[in-house]
């Protein structure tokens, strides 16, 4: 039940209502995937940051231990020379205090390091670091002792004696090969395997922040490709939704006009405008049954009164004329209708997903093309700081002399600047499609107004591009714009783009269709061409002109090309509609001529005419 309800609520829409709420479905899709992406990949970064501070701090401590320890000892051994000169024994042994009671502030603050509680979900604190300070703790103290204890003996002999001077260096000499200052010796040993592994933690926790960035990445390219997937599954039902019921009623009225069966009824499955379609075409044809009901009845009474009654003759022969004529508008009123509904729906879908598409491309296109700027001066002033380098020390150390030639510093110098200068071109290259995409959709400039009509012509030469160059059957179509000096033309920017992208479509069909008599070769010596004309004919009329050198049509084909439902192509590539829609363009919402002249054998032209200021008329 729920589902038979769901489906009738979505039945009932309208149809620019299922597309509005099949990109809002996708649009929110990827908003959703994209906060999420940056949530996760932000708590996973903070974990490592977090981490990394905690290891530098770590690998900070202990090279300031070792670098006491070592120092402590150093001073320590030079006291046994200087045994024979007092006051520099002195000194000596006050920088050995020094470093002493340094040895011990650090050791209080690596025992208050482990002892802090970790903020992370994870103990990141080496283990072997309080079994490190639970093994050398009385060490410092000892050794300290035991030297102030030996400076002490030393201090009461008498160092003006050269046997006084050889028993102070002999007491300070034993001190150093002790079992107590190999145990001292120790810490330093010990701290070597410590700070080794504190920086395999520093590069784990680097690993880990570049995992974290690649997780929210993927997460954000997800739900982008998932977004990017619905609205284009999305734009095929939608397409196969509206052209299938109006495929279908159209059908039924060719069939109905062909065979002159008026029992035929449309089938209505949707509440929507095609719906109500379909309902005004089955009245239509009831309309049309009673028609030829009456008709058939007044045949009757004219063969009853025929030979009689040749005034009354005459009056119900003029009643079937009108009648006759009322369908005949009926019909017609059916023909523009469905042309008007086909084009309506059309654009609107068209529309709608051009300018979403452009909307999704530019953003992060700006960002890109917006951030160069910044890379391009950093990149400058980086390579700047590289030469100042070279220039003040132009003999560098072995290492970094090799690391430069590993990496090819010269021509990372030379070629950091173009390949900058190629990403700006391309980003400046993409947002010109985008113009060119919002150029052609005109979402926003559907009211009449004044447009320079070249612009709508390069954009929608743009987007036929992929059909105009060069493939493996045949080389590129080539395009000649011969364009005048046109003012701003007053009009529908929209509708006048559709009906330049029904006849430039046409022109590329036309010279496919004459290259499948020709090889390669004879197209490349006898190239396909477009051209495509524009000026003005007087001060109030401009004309524009699209030709091609195709194959051109005969004389009744001519006739009823902008006949609805009139079409050549075969079933499946052509609905007869697109020269239609174009004449009711330029002919009923412009107040403008469209003209074709073509010769069999040499290729065809269509011709627009247009005023550049009009009355507004009403768009479709």
Same mark, same amino acid.
């Given at each position: 039940?729920?589902?038979?309800?769901?489906?009738?609520?979505?039945?009932?829409?309208?149809?620019?209502?299922?597309?509005?709420?099949?990109?809002?479905?996708?649009?929110?899709?990827?908003?959703?995937?994209?906060?999420?992406?940056?949530?996760?990949?932000?708590?996973?970064?903070?974990?490592?940051?977090?981490?990394?501070?905690?290891?530098?701090?770590?690998?900070?401590?202990?090279?300031?231990?070792?670098?006491?320890?070592?120092?402590?000892?150093?001073?320590?051994?030079?006291?046994?020379?200087?045994?024979?000169?007092?006051?520099?024994?002195?000194?000596?042994?006050?920088?050995?205090?020094?470093?002493?009671?340094?040895?011990?502030?650090?050791?209080?603050?690596?025992?208050?390091?482990?002892?802090?509680?970790?903020?992370?979900?994870?103990?990141?604190?080496?283990?072997?670091?309080?079994?490190?300070?639970?093994?050398?703790?009385?060490?410092? %103290?000892?050794?300290?002792?035991?030297?102030?204890?030996?400076?002490?003996?030393?201090?009461?002999?008498?160092?003006?004696?050269?046997?006084?001077?050889?028993?102070?260096?002999?007491?300070?000499?034993?001190?150093?090969?002790?079992?107590?200052?190999?145990?001292?010796?120790?810490?330093?040993?010990?701290?070597?395997?410590?700070?080794?592994?504190?920086?395999?933690?520093?590069?784990?926790?680097?690993?880990?922040?570049?995992?974290?960035?690649?997780?929210?990445?993927?997460?954000?390219?997800?739900?982008?490709?998932?977004?990017?997937?619905?609205?284009?599954?999305?734009?095929?039902?939608?397409?196969?939704?509206?052209?299938?019921?109006?495929?279908?009623?159209?059908?039924?009225?060719?069939?109905?006009?062909?065979?002159?069966?008026?029992?035929?009824?449309?089938?209505?499955?949707?509440?929507?405008?095609?719906?109500?379609?379909?309902?005004?075409?089955?009245?239509?044809?009831?309309?049309?049954?009673?028609?030829?009901?009456?008709?058939?009845?007044?045949?009757?009474?004219?063969?009853?009164?025929?030979?009689?009654?040749?005034?009354?003759?005459?009056?119900?022969? %003029?009643?079937?004329?009108?009648?006759?004529?009322?369908?005949?508008?009926?019909?017609?009123?059916?023909?523009?209708?469905?042309?008007?509904?086909? %084009?309506?729906?059309?654009?609107?879908?068209?529309?709608?997903?051009?300018?979403?598409?452009?909307?999704?491309?530019?953003?992060?296109?700006?960002?890109?093309?917006?951030?160069?700027?910044?890379?391009?001066?950093?990149?400058?002033?980086?390579?700047?700081?590289?030469?100042?380098?070279?220039?003040?020390?132009?003999?560098?150390?072995?290492?970094?002399?090799?690391?430069?030639?590993?990496?090819?510093?010269?021509?990372?110098?030379?070629?950091?600047?173009?390949?900058?200068?190629?990403?700006?071109?391309?980003?400046?290259?993409?947002?010109?499609?985008?113009?060119?995409?919002?150029?052609?959709?005109?979402?926003?400039?559907?009211?009449?107004?004044?447009?320079?009509?070249?612009?709508?012509?390069?954009?929608?030469?743009?987007?036929?591009?992929?059909?105009?160059?060069?493939?493996?059957?045949?080389?590129?179509?080539?395009?000649?714009?011969?364009?005048?000096?046109?003012?701003?033309?007053?009009?529908?920017?929209?509708?006048?783009?559709?009906?330049?992208?029904?006849?430039?479509?046409?022109?590329?069909?036309?010279?496919?269709?004459?290259?499948?008599?020709?090889?390669?070769?004879?197209?490349?010596?006898?190239?396909?061409?477009?051209?495509?004309?524009?000026?003005?004919?007087?001060?109030?009329?401009?004309?524009?002109?699209?030709?091609?050198?195709?194959?051109?049509?005969?004389?009744?084909?001519?006739?009823?090309?902008?006949?609805?439902?009139?079409?050549?192509?075969?079933?499946?590539?052509?609905?007869?509609?697109?020269?239609?829609?174009?004449?009711?363009?330029?002919?009923?919402?412009?107040?403008?001529?469209?003209?074709?002249?073509?010769?069999?054998?040499?290729?065809?032209?269509?011709?627009?005419?247009?005023?550049?200021?009009?009355?507004?008329?009403?768009?479709?």
């Amino acid at each position: 039940m729920a589902q038979q309800s769901l489906g009738q609520r979505l039945s009932s829409l309208r149809v620019g209502q299922k597309i509005g709420l099949g990109y809002a479905l996708a649009l929110s899709i990827a908003v959703c995937g994209t906060i999420a992406g940056f949530g996760v990949g932000r708590y996973y970064q903070k974990q490592a940051e977090e981490q990394e501070e905690h290891v530098r701090n770590e690998v900070e401590l202990l090279q300031r231990l070792q670098s006491r320890v070592l120092q402590t000892r150093t001073h320590q051994q030079q006291l046994i020379p200087l045994a024979q000169y007092p006051e520099k024994f002195q000194d000596e042994y006050a920088h050995l205090l020094k470093h002493k009671a340094e040895i011990q502030e650090i050791w209080g603050e690596l025992k208050t390091f482990v002892a802090k509680p970790s903020t992370l979900k994870y103990d990141i604190h080496q283990p072997r670091i309080p079994v490190f300070l639970q093994t050398y703790d009385r060490v410092p %103290q000892r050794y300290s002792q035991e030297l102030e204890h030996r400076v002490e003996q030393i201090r009461n002999l008498n160092l003006a004696s050269p046997t006084d001077v050889e028993q102070a260096q002999a007491l300070m000499l034993e001190f150093t090969n002790s079992d107590l200052a190999l145990e001292f010796d120790g810490i330093s040993d010990d701290l070597v395997g410590l700070i080794d592994q504190a920086y395999q933690e520093l590069e784990e926790a680097e690993s880990l922040q570049q995992q974290a960035n690649a997780v929210s990445e993927k997460i954000v390219a997800a739900s982008i490709g998932l977004s990017v997937a619905i609205a284009i599954l999305l734009a095929v039902l939608t397409s196969r939704a509206i052209a299938q019921p109006i495929q279908a009623l159209t059908s039924v009225a060719r069939r109905t006009t062909e065979e002159s069966n008026f029992e035929l009824q449309a089938t209505v499955e949707q509440d929507d405008e095609i719906g109500t379609l379909a309902n005004a075409f089955n009245q239509l044809i009831r309309a049309v049954q009673q028609l030829l009901q009456q008709q058939k009845t007044a045949n009757e009474q004219l063969e009853n009164y025929s030979q009689t009654l040749e005034s009354q003759v005459k009056v119900r022969t %003029q009643e079937l004329s009108d009648k006759n004529t009322q369908l005949q508008q009926l019909l017609e009123a059916l023909q523009r209708t469905q042309v008007q509904m086909v %084009q309506s729906e059309k654009m609107s879908a068209l529309g709608q997903m051009v300018a979403g598409v452009a909307h999704e491309i530019n953003n992060p296109v700006n960002f890109i093309h917006g951030n160069l700027t910044h890379v391009q001066e950093y990149a400058h002033n980086l390579l700047g700081l590289v030469q100042l380098y070279q220039n003040y020390y132009p003999d560098p150390a072995p290492e970094i002399q090799a690391e430069a030639e590993d990496i090819e510093m010269e021509f990372i110098q030379a070629d950091l600047p173009k390949i900058l200068d190629s990403m700006k071109v391309g980003t400046e290259r993409i947002r010109q499609i985008v113009l060119s995409l919002r150029n052609f959709s005109r979402m926003d400039e559907a009211d009449f107004k004044a447009v320079d009509i070249h612009e709508g012509i390069d954009s929608t030469l743009l987007i036929l591009q992929h059909r105009l160059k060069d493939k493996p059957e045949r080389p590129a179509i080539q395009v000649i714009r011969d364009y005048g000096n046109l003012p701003l033309i007053e009009c529908y920017p929209g509708q006048i783009n559709q009906a330049f992208m029904n006849i430039l479509a046409n022109a590329i069909d036309a010279l496919e269709e004459a290259n499948l008599k020709r090889t390669y070769q004879e197209i490349k010596e006898n190239p396909n061409q477009i051209t495509i004309r524009t000026a003005m004919i007087d001060s109030k009329w401009v004309k524009m002109a699209i030709s091609d050198n195709g194959m051109g049509m005969p004389e009744s084909v001519q006739k009823r090309l902008f006949d609805p439902f009139f079409t050549t192509k075969s079933v499946g590539k052509g609905t007869g509609l697109g020269l239609a829609i174009s004449y009711q363009i330029v002919t009923e919402k412009h107040g403008g001529k469209l003209d074709c002249f073509s010769i069999p054998g040499e290729g065809t032209e269509f011709v627009i005419q247009i005023l550049a200021h009009q009355q507004i008329r009403d768009p479709v």
